[in-house]
């Protein structure tokens, strides 16, 4: 329970609320699993975007449905990069404490995965530049 009391105590550095939101759900999320009062330590998108609307973060559409998820992704996002093990996976769905090397650099996997397609595409655009500046048998 050392990282319960881990957790909480980073919470206090948090100064975006609507960051500390996402932060404090997840968390619960996590607690909640370590205390047995939950089957699983992921909170999903949609119970994280229903929490931000009960606290008047976000806003539901003209519709009733939810918001969409890009902010909570990006929250999430900046989390991780501060150092909090604040994670997600393509294997699981939803946002779970990391407790394990494993399940952070499963993470790490998955984005290493991302940029390499990124840098791939990257690589095409290059040589479609050089297609269209005339130069696409220097580079074939």
Known sequence: MDLLRELRWKMDGIKDDFERAVYYYICVGFQEFKYGKRETKQVTKEQILRYLVRKGLVRERADGSLPDDRKVREAASRLLRRGLPIVASAHRKGYFVAETLEEINVTRREYRSRINRMLDV??????????LMGQGRIFG
């Open 122 to 131: 990257e690589k095409g655009c290059d040589a479609a530049c050089a297609l």
